[in-house]
């Protein structure tokens, strides 16, 4: 495995012994409020793993038994970034739910137009989260805005008591209590947590790869001390997640200069200037990563950052010349191929723009019988054989 160690000159070093450079450890006053009745807590169900934050603190992340709270974005953009995720619970062998009464986190209207209100924002997390707890299974975060929107949330009603009482009047009409998860995880913290079991099943040999990793920004830059860190990647100064799945599957991680930039998504930048969102992704992004360190393959966790360094590179890089191409996926559909999981039927990335197939040629994948596969998946679809794929036509 590849061990990581650089420091960029540019980082802050945090001493963890310094109380000025920690925040409040968010459990204590969690558990107080369930003390005094004024909401639940849902605990991490056993089997868990524990994982270490920024600051040193251990975090919970369950192994199974979990409920899915799906992306806006990767089932309207990305679909094989969900279904990715879902082989691999299928493919490990743990129990899981695909919620069917899930709504958007509307977080999207939050950061972009601030249109919304507090007690709306968390109502809406809330509702979420009280559905999950109904099931007995723990909630998975799919997407980076989620998350990060979600543990600001979880601030908010754990220190304003006149919020509780605004959440709790709207949960009441919704016949529900107000619950809140003991972590707030994130699904990449996840595939994180089972990195080794995930290595255990690879079938693909992924040590030719070069790979450079985009670390999301709505994980590791909202409630920083919430994000999980490891001291043997970058000496605990960068975000773990991505760069520890990636040497576990024995891909070789290249650094660049730009890593801390976000991917140009920026919520804001999408919405009133793309032009701006696109040209940050190529000129910052993907054209840094060509000349530092010219990658194989841009892994990220999060479905705007997907997007944005999937998409750019067409939509500006080509059209203007840059030197762009570079194909981007989730992690986990780096892990899903690396277990063997068919590049269409599961992770679809016939979706992605720039081109891939080199990239599957590199790791040992037919990619033109791989299509013809598909293809013939779909012939079935079309002539009312069967509704849709199931675990037998994928697995």
Same mark, same amino acid.
């Given at each position: 495995?590849?061990?990581?160690?650089?420091?960029?000159?540019?980082?802050? *070093?945090?001493?963890?012994?310094?109380?000025?450079?920690?925040?409040?450890?968010?459990?204590?006053?969690?558990?107080?409020?369930?003390?005094?009745?004024?909401?639940?807590?849902?605990?991490?169900?056993?089997?868990?793993?524990?994982?270490?934050?920024?600051?040193?603190?251990?975090?919970?992340?369950?192994?199974?038994?979990?409920?899915?709270?799906?992306?806006?974005?990767?089932?309207?953009? !990305?679909?094989?970034?969900?279904?990715?995720?879902?082989?691999?619970?299928?493919?490990?062998?743990?129990?899981?739910?695909?919620?069917?009464?899930?709504?958007?986190?509307?977080?999207?209207?939050?950061?972009?137009?601030?249109?919304?209100?507090?007690?709306?924002?968390?109502?809406?997390?809330?509702?979420?989260?009280?559905?999950?707890?109904?099931?007995?299974?723990?909630?998975?975060?799919?997407?980076?805005?989620?998350?990060?929107?979600?543990?600001?949330?979880?601030?908010?009603?754990?220190?304003?008591?006149?919020?509780?009482?605004?959440?709790?009047?709207?949960?009441?009409?919704?016949?529900?209590?107000?619950?809140?998860?003991?972590?707030?995880?994130?699904?990449?913290? &996840?595939?994180?947590?089972?990195?080794?079991? !995930?290595?255990?099943?690879?079938?693909?040999?992924?040590?030719?790869?070069?790979?450079?990793?985009?670390?999301?920004?709505?994980?590791?830059?909202?409630?920083?001390?919430?994000?999980?860190?490891?001291?043997?990647?970058?000496?605990?100064?960068?975000?773990?997640?991505?760069?520890?799945?990636?040497?576990?599957?024995?891909?070789?991680? *290249?650094?660049?200069?730009?890593?801390?930039?976000?991917?140009?998504?920026?919520?804001?930048?999408?919405?009133?200037?793309?032009?701006?969102?696109?040209?940050?992704?190529?000129?910052?992004? !993907?054209?840094?990563?060509?000349?530092?360190?010219?990658?194989?393959?841009?892994?990220?966790?999060?479905?705007?950052?997907?997007?944005?360094?999937?998409?750019?590179?067409?939509?500006?890089?080509?059209?203007?010349?840059?030197?762009?191409?570079?194909?981007?996926?989730?992690?986990?559909?780096?892990?899903?191929?690396?277990?063997?999981?068919?590049?269409?039927?599961?992770?679809?990335?016939?979706?992605?723009?720039?081109?891939?197939?080199?990239?599957?040629?590199?790791?040992?994948?037919?990619? *033109?019988?791989?299509?013809?596969?598909?293809?013939?998946?779909?012939?079935?679809?079309?002539?009312?054989?069967?509704?849709?794929?199931? &675990?037998?036509?994928?697995?």
């Amino acid at each position: 495995m590849t061990v990581l160690t650089q420091e960029l000159p540019t980082q802050r *070093k945090f001493d963890r012994t310094a109380e000025e450079d920690i925040p409040e450890d968010f459990h204590d006053l969690l558990f107080e409020l369930e003390a005094q009745g004024e909401l639940i807590v849902q605990r991490v169900p056993e089997p868990y793993l524990e994982v270490m934050t920024k600051y040193g603190r251990m975090k919970k992340i369950p192994m199974q038994n979990t409920w899915h709270h799906k992306s806006c974005g990767q089932c309207g953009h !990305i679909p094989g970034y969900s279904t990715s995720i879902f082989w691999i619970g299928r493919k490990l062998g743990l129990n899981y739910i695909d919620p069917t009464d899930q709504t958007s986190c509307t977080a999207w209207n939050y950061y972009a137009s601030a249109t919304s209100n507090a007690a709306a924002q968390a109502a809406v997390a809330h509702r979420n989260f009280a559905a999950a707890y109904e099931t007995g299974f723990y909630p998975i975060i799919h997407c980076g805005t989620s998350f990060g929107h979600y543990k600001e949330t979880r601030h908010e009603i754990l220190h304003h008591e006149h919020l509780r009482h605004q959440v709790r009047k709207v949960l009441k009409m919704l016949g529900k209590p107000l619950v809140m998860p003991e972590e707030i995880v994130h699904y990449s913290e &996840w595939i994180w947590a089972m990195k080794k079991m !995930i290595a255990a099943q690879q079938v693909r040999d992924f040590s030719n790869l070069a790979v450079t990793v985009h670390p999301a920004c709505h994980y590791h830059k909202l409630v920083t001390e919430d994000a999980i860190y490891d001291e043997e990647i970058y000496g605990g100064q960068r975000t773990a997640i991505v760069t520890g799945l990636v040497t576990e599957l024995g891909a070789q991680v *290249k650094d660049y200069s730009t890593w801390y930039d976000c991917c140009g998504f920026g919520f804001r930048h999408i919405l009133v200037s793309r032009d701006f969102t696109r040209s940050f992704a190529t000129l910052r992004k !993907i054209e840094v990563m060509k000349e530092e360190a010219n990658p194989d393959v841009v892994i990220t966790h999060d479905t705007g950052c997907v997007t944005t360094l999937d998409k750019s590179q067409f939509a500006t890089g080509v059209a203007h010349g840059a030197n762009v191409g570079v194909p981007v996926m989730s992690d986990a559909q780096f892990a899903a191929l690396a277990m063997g999981a068919h590049p269409y039927k599961v992770c679809q990335l016939h979706w992605h723009s720039t081109d891939y197939r080199p990239l599957l040629e590199k790791m040992g994948i037919d990619h *033109k019988a791989a299509w013809a596969e598909f293809e013939e998946e779909l012939e079935r679809l079309k002539r009312g054989e069967v509704q849709y794929l199931t &675990w037998e036509d994928v697995g």
